[in-house]
């Protein structure tokens, strides 16, 4: 149902894509819509909060794998070691993507193939097993599943993580050739191949492991392995979920410090933000941005909640966006649509990401939901005070001068 509601966002972003072949995706797109206020308020959570909370999940996801490979419980392992492995790994990465983007691009089709040919091999195992005989865990189907409707929304929003993406393409929509074909196709191709991938992949998990072990183990790839094929298993597929995740940590790095740069250069945040190295030609202080936020959030959070926050707190740009098919089509009817999706789409992620977004106030941790969205309102009043000024203040805006000449002076940036 998640990789559904993944296609259904899909087509959205489709229309908006095609008709909006501007850069930013749904902040763009909220800003073309409704105008800069809620374009501030999405920028401020989407890329100055939520991007180094996403970059703290895969670094979490990396260091689960990577204790793996030398602990059968990666739970045992110090907590003070695992964080300074792990964010090690990130500064590594960090200095990287600074000083040196093209090599990480260049290694980019190395992880994305790492990670098809792990996704593979769990299938193909997990067929092999089956045909051998072993139908204990597949024959208790779906018994005991939890039919709260309740409980929906955490799965959903814990799910729908993997799916993330039919939004990334759009971000770059003015950069690619003839989007009014090719957006479509890749964002709908991708989104059903991952879907079909995802799906063989856990049917797969739920051949070989029983359903109570994947749900108390935190590198089900791992244990996957060991059943399967032993311990050279074990290793090899902890190891390819290692280097697949290191990929993704780079590419996050990437697209994230280029989202809040360009707020910056759009005026959406400090100008201190836009400043790109003279060197390197990268946006060094919002790569150090983004560092520092991920450090923070690896610190404090564990993998679990940061993915079902980082979910929830995201469905409203989605909704959003989604209600935006019907405003462009009532206020702008002539303009050009390449792709028009059918409305009962939108309609259908309008009541997705509504229910998904509610259902996190019914559990008992609702005062952290609460949390989040006092945060996320924290961005209406950061655009009066400070890009709208209202009271006039003038230390606003000297002291983002200042830290900029200063940087620019100290890192050799413009």
Same mark, same amino acid.
């Given at each position: 149902?998640?990789?559904?509601?993944?296609?259904?966002?899909?087509?959205?972003?489709?229309?908006?894509?095609?008709?909006?072949?501007?850069?930013?995706?749904?902040?763009?797109?909220?800003?073309?819509?409704?105008? =800069?206020?809620?374009?501030?308020?999405?920028?401020?959570?989407?890329?100055? #909060?939520?991007?180094?909370?996403? #970059?703290?999940?895969?670094?979490? $996801?990396?260091?689960?794998?990577?204790?793996?490979?030398?602990?059968?419980?990666?739970?045992?392992?110090?907590?003070?070691?695992?964080?300074?492995?792990?964010?090690?790994?990130?500064?590594?990465?960090?200095?990287? %993507?600074?000083?040196?983007?093209?090599?990480?691009?260049? /290694?980019?089709? #190395?992880?994305?193939?790492?990670?098809?040919?792990?996704?593979?091999?769990?299938?193909?195992? $997990?067929?092999?097993?089956?045909?051998?005989?072993?139908?204990?865990?597949?024959?208790?189907?779906?018994?005991?599943?939890?039919?709260?409707?309740?409980?929906?929304?955490?799965?959903?929003? $814990?799910?729908?993580?993997?799916?993330?993406?039919?939004?990334?393409?759009?971000?770059?929509?003015?950069?690619?050739?003839?989007?009014?074909?090719?957006?479509?196709?890749?964002?709908?191709? /991708?989104?059903?191949?991952?879907?079909?991938?995802?799906?063989?992949?856990?049917? /797969?998990?739920?051949?070989?492991?029983?359903?109570?072990?994947?749900?108390?183990?935190?590198?089900?790839?791992?244990?996957?392995?060991?059943?399967?094929?032993?311990?050279? @298993? =074990?290793?090899? #597929?902890?190891?390819?979920?290692?280097?697949?995740?290191? $990929?993704?940590?780079?590419?996050?790095?990437?697209?994230?410090?280029?989202?809040?740069?360009?707020?910056?250069?759009? @005026?959406?945040?400090?100008?201190?933000?836009?400043?790109?190295? =003279?060197?390197?030609?990268?946006?060094?202080?919002?790569?150090?941005?983004?560092?520092?936020?991920?450090?923070?959030?690896?610190? %404090?959070?564990?993998?679990?909640?940061?993915?079902?926050?980082?979910?929830?707190?995201?469905?409203?740009?989605? %909704?959003?966006?989604?209600?935006?098919?019907?405003?462009?089509?009532?206020?702008?009817?002539?303009?050009?649509?390449?792709?028009?999706?059918?409305?009962?789409?939108?309609?259908?992620? %309008?009541?997705?990401?509504?229910?998904?977004?509610?259902?996190?106030?019914?559990?008992?941790?609702?005062?952290?939901?609460?949390?989040?969205?006092?945060?996320?309102?924290?961005?209406?009043?950061?655009?009066?005070?400070?890009?709208?000024?209202?009271?006039?203040?003038?230390?606003?805006?000297?002291?983002?001068?200042?830290?900029?000449?200063?940087? =620019?002076?100290?890192?050799?940036?413009?």
């Amino acid at each position: 149902s998640s990789g559904i509601n993944a296609e259904y966002g899909g087509l959205v972003f489709c229309e908006l894509g095609t008709m909006l072949p501007v850069s930013g995706a749904e902040v763009a797109y909220i800003r073309k819509i409704y105008g =800069k206020q809620p374009a501030v308020v999405s920028v401020w959570l989407i890329h100055f #909060l939520l991007g180094g909370m996403r #970059l703290a999940i895969g670094a979490l $996801g990396f260091a689960e794998y990577f204790w793996s490979l030398f602990y059968n419980d990666p739970t045992q392992v110090n907590w003070w070691m695992d964080k300074l492995v792990t964010l090690g790994f990130c500064y590594v990465i960090v200095v990287m %993507v600074a000083c040196k983007p093209t090599l990480i691009l260049k /290694s980019i089709v #190395l992880f994305t193939a790492t990670k098809f040919l792990a996704t593979f091999v769990i299938i193909g195992a $997990g067929l092999y097993y089956l045909g051998q005989g072993h139908t204990e865990n597949i024959a208790v189907g779906f018994k005991n599943t939890n039919t709260d409707p309740k409980q929906w929304g955490d799965a959903w929003n $814990g799910v729908i993580w993997s799916y993330m993406g039919w939004e990334e393409i759009c971000c770059v929509a003015s950069e690619i050739q003839n989007p009014q074909r090719n957006i479509p196709i890749i964002v709908l191709g /991708s989104i059903s191949i991952i879907t079909g991938l995802y799906l063989m992949t856990v049917i /797969s998990f739920h051949i070989v492991i029983p359903i109570e072990d994947m749900v108390s183990s935190s590198a089900v790839a791992s244990k996957f392995g060991m059943i399967t094929m032993g311990e050279a @298993g =074990k290793v090899v #597929l902890a190891l390819t979920v290692v280097v697949s995740t290191l $990929g993704n940590l780079q590419c996050s790095f990437i697209t994230n410090s280029r989202y809040i740069h360009s707020g910056a250069v759009e @005026g959406l945040l400090p100008s201190c933000l836009s400043l790109v190295s =003279k060197r390197f030609r990268t946006p060094l202080i919002s790569i150090f941005f983004c560092t520092v936020v991920t450090t923070i959030f690896t610190l %404090v959070g564990g993998i679990d909640d940061l993915i079902g926050q980082a979910s929830f707190t995201r469905f409203p740009f989605f %909704v959003l966006c989604s209600a935006g098919v019907f405003v462009m089509r009532r206020t702008h009817p002539d303009l050009h649509r390449p792709y028009k999706v059918p409305l009962v789409f939108p309609a259908l992620f %309008v009541c997705f990401g509504i229910f998904v977004f509610l259902t996190p106030f019914l559990s008992e941790d609702w005062l952290i939901s609460l949390v989040w969205v006092l945060v996320l309102l924290i961005g209406v009043p950061l655009y009066y005070l400070l890009l709208q000024n209202v009271f006039h203040l003038k230390f606003p805006k000297r002291l983002d001068s200042s830290v900029t000449a200063v940087l =620019k002076r100290v890192l050799g940036c413009e």
